[in-house]
Structure formats: C-alpha cells, structure tokens
C-alpha cells in the first residue's frame, strides 16, 4: 500500500476523532521514525509523550517477547509475576504503598477519583482551569477546559475550577463536600504551565488542615519527563494518590493509580476493577522501561538536556519577538507565540 492508499481506508472505516498528519509510519528506533515511503523523520511527537525511552527499544521489545512467549492475558482473578514485580518496584520509587493497574491516564484517574471519593464519604473534587485529565465522560468533566466537555452535555457532577496557581481561589474553593484536589505539576494540555513551589506547598497544607485528599496527576509528566521520577519529587510534596501512564509502558498501554497504605483502605473488593489492568504483557513492558531508565541515568539525562534546550530556545526568544515565553520543566517544554504569526 501507498499513503494515499491507507488514507483512503482510514476515511472509509475510522471514525472522524483525529486530524491526522499525512504520514503513514512504517517502522522506528530511537527518536527515529520511517513512513511507508522510505522518508525518515526526527520523532519529537514521541506518540504523544509515550515513547520516553525511544522506539523498539531492544530491552523493552525483549521483555514483550518473552512474555508473549508465556502469557499474555490471565485477569485479575489469578496473580502473576511482572505485576506483582512492577508494584513492589513503584512503591520502591515513589511514596506510595499500593497500586491499581489500568490501561491509560484517563482510567488511572478515573481510579483516583473513585477512590478520594469512597475514601472520604464525600463528592466534590476541586481541579484547575486549563488542567487535562482524560477523556472518559467523568475526566473529560475533571478537565478545567470547556471545550472537551461541552459537546457531550449533560457530564457528571461533582467538580470545581480554579485558577493555576492562585491559592486565594483554592481557598475560596473548598467547602464542606470537597474531597480532594487534583492538579498536574506541569499542564501539558493547557500550555506547559508548571506549577509554583510556594502554590503546591500551600495546596499541600491546605488538604492537611482540611482533611482533603491531594491527587497529582502525573500522566504526562511521569516516569522521568521532567527531569526526576516524579515530577512531584521536585517540590517536596508527598500526595495522596497519583495517577500515571504514558511512559510507563515505553509505547505499551498501561496505566497505574498509586495511593497511600492509608487512603488505599477506600476500596473493597468490588469496588472496581479492570479486565485488561495489570496484566503481564504491559506490566512485563513497564518493568523493562523503569530498568532502562535506571541504568541509562536517563533522569540525569532529562535535567540535562530540558537545561540545554531551553537556553537554545531563550537564545531564540531574543532575536525574534514572536516568542513570547519558553516554560517547562525537564524535557517537557513548551513556546508561546504571538497568536498573529500562528
């Protein structure tokens, strides 16, 4: 087949959900990507920040074979070992002692508000305008963005909006059913606003003193991103619960909602569940990517190269006015431009 050739069975059969780039990728390694026509390409989309350790990366691609090789799919009725090794390992890394395994970010934060809201007895979650949370019919109301929601009204209850970083709104906010808060560190949907140290310090303490949960979304920029872990880990904060995916699977669909021992005697069993969550194919993929990670000091890595490209970027902000800010945390940047030369 050709690339019109494809285009053409994906007008006929695809549902009309994507504006598609006309490309037809073929095959990848590293930051690399090869459409059908033979032309190479520099991958800086990394499948919408999933691809954090590169294309086929050998150990990954191993660990998917010889898993395949034994078992696929078992369910969550049964144990198996590259779940239970991928659990042990999160709450090796991280501050939390439990896990739920799904199979995205908006399942995983699906979790994460099923869980503050069975936990604390109550309904209302506070999040911030222009956040991002997933697309199901509840997260898509979690997210602070009316686009997303609007077209499928009516959406769930149960949500408030502030502004990023205003932690006079996030006072006025809470009342007596508020549950939890739910924030990212960094917004990568809404523009790569990162977070203030003093504003997440000040949210932090305003759960302690409120008796609300703290929900970090780290979907986006987990699992090595932003120039640590977590990016949490940066500001000296110890959440609740955080939901993760993306990266996690190096390019295979895994999510994972983490909580702590205390929050995580919320759910029951039967309180819910996932078919597809935690089994061995995408917890054997997530096992080899957090390997890779630490033998490659990609953290390191992380920190070093964000630094390199956002003072090239600065050098640029200089000699041209369109760019008005370069702002992100790690390797998650982001350049704002004059609207007019968009």
């Known amino acids: 087949m ?67 090789e034994k078992l696929i ?16 390992k999160l709450a090796n890394i ?25 936990y604390t007895g109550k309904g209302e979650i506070i999040t911030a305008l222009n956040s991002f949370h997933g697309r199901t019919m509840l997260t898509i109301t979690a997210t602070g963005q009316d686009k997303f929601s609007k077209p499928f009204k009516p959406v769930p209850p149960g949500f408030i909006y502030v502004p990023f970083n205003d932690i006079k709104a996030m006072e006025d906010a809470i009342g007596d059913d508020t549950c939890a808060i739910m924030l990212e560190i960094v917004q990568g949907e809404g523009g790569v606003n990162v977070i203030n140290k003093e504003y997440i310090k000040a949210v932090e303490k305003l759960c302690r003193d409120n008796n609300i949960l703290l929900i970090i979304d780290e979907v986006q920029t987990g699992i090595g991103r932003c120039g640590s872990l977590f990016a ?48 061995p194919l995408a917890c054997a993929a997530a096992n080899a990517v ?11 890595n992380s920190k070093k190269m964000g630094q390199y490209a956002k003072d090239k970027l600065n050098s640029l902000k200089e000699q041209y006015e369109f760019i008005v800010d370069v702002r992100g945390l790690g390797l998650l940047i982001g350049i704002e431009q004059w609207w007019r030369y968009c």
Do not use: W
């Open 2 to 68: 050709n690339t019109n050739e494809v285009m053409d069975i994906y007008d006929k059969y695809f549902l009309n959900t994507y504006g598609r780039q006309p490309i037809v990728i073929d095959h990848a390694h590293g930051i690399k990507v090869y459409d059908i026509e033979g032309n190479e390409y520099l991958d800086f989309f990394a499948g919408i920040a999933v691809n954090n350790v590169g294309q086929t990366n050998h150990k990954i691609v191993s660990a998917i074979q010889n898993q395949a």
């Open 73 to 88: 799919h078992c369910s969550n009725i049964y144990y198996n070992v590259p779940a239970g090794e991928l659990a042990e």
């Open 94 to 118: 991280s501050d939390f002692n439990k896990v739920f395994f799904s199979n995205s970010g908006a399942e995983a934060n699906e979790a994460a508000i099923k869980l503050a809201r069975k």
């Open 232 to 279: 949490y880990q940066q500001y000296g904060i110890k959440p609740d619960i955080m939901s993760l995916a993306k990266g996690l699977g190096g390019g295979f669909p895994i999510g994972a909602t983490l909580a702590t021992d205390k929050v995580s005697e919320g759910f029951e069993p039967g309180d819910h569940g996932s078919t597809f969550g935690g089994n």
């Open 290 to 300: 957090i390997e890779v990670i630490e033998e490659e000091d990609l953290i390191e």
